[in-house]
């Protein structure tokens, strides 16, 4: 079936450093990739996603690279921000009629002044 | 910006007892899925819904579990008796569409403990 390998929690950095959180997939197919964040109190926010093979996606300076070829979407950020404190989950779609997102067990970021 | 509602935040209740966890999806949406995390564990798909029917589940929605959609805006999961093991934070979701291109938005979540 699906799964979701996500680097484990919780990760501490400064302000200003460079961030990795690795993910790796199991799937049959072409998965869609997600990286999702939640804030404090707050539901999941979808981060960023790619559909494809070697699609980037990226936002608000986060981004992630699709690489079939070592099943990993890995998130990257060059300067991280004490705003960035959340959980961050990596997950995945399958193509076809299901539309079920399988999740990693999320990392928590904290992020020092 | 229009987001995903969910009450309570937090629900306590006795082994044994129903609960029902209450969502009102974004309005113009049309697919509408529960999941829940247990404390530690990974987000896991419990049931999606559309067209007032399940389109899909997983093994852990089973005969304890039901979905229902009993008016325009609010869509509901049921736990007929509750287990201590059904302790988790719930989040229900909604999206447009199922298509690559449409985001399932999540709510907050409902914490469920069950004593």
């Known amino acids: 079936g699906n799964s979701v390998t996500q680097m484990e929690g919780p990760v501490t950095l400064s302000e200003e450093a460079f961030l990795t959180i690795n993910c790796t997939y199991t799937?049959?197919?072409?998965?869609?990739l997600f990286w999702y964040v939640q804030y404090p109190g707050e539901g999941l926010q979808l981060l960023l996603k790619?559909?494809?093979?070697?699609d980037k996606g990226s936002n608000k300076g986060f981004e992630a690279t699709y690489r079939k070829e070592t099943t990993s979407f890995h998130l990257e950020k060059g300067s991280v921000q004490v705003s960035d404190s959340a959980v961050y989950f990596c997950a995945l779609r399958k193509t076809g009629s299901a539309r079920q997102l399988t999740f990693g067990s999320g990392t928590q970021l904290t992020v020092l002044p | 910006e229009p987001e995903v509602t969910q009450t309570p935040s937090h629900q306590v209740t006795q082994m044994g007892q129903e609960v029902i966890l209450r969502c009102v999806p974004i309005?113009?949406?049309?697919?509408f899925y529960w999941y829940r995390q247990i404390l530690g564990q990974k987000v896991e798909f419990l049931v999606s819904f559309y067209n007032n029917e399940i389109s899909e589940k997983s093994e852990i929605f089973d005969d304890q579990f039901s979905v229902e959609r009993p008016d325009g805006s609010n869509f509901t999961l049921k736990i007929r008796s509750t287990k201590l093991e059904d302790s988790a934070m719930y989040f229900c979701a909604s999206s447009a569409g199922t298509s690559g291109y449409n985001e399932q938005f999540f709510g907050p979540g409902t914490r469920l403990t069950v004593l």
């Open positions: 309005s113009n949406h049309l697919y």
């Open positions: 799937a049959t197919g072409y998965p869609s």
């Open positions: 790619a559909t494809k093979a070697d």
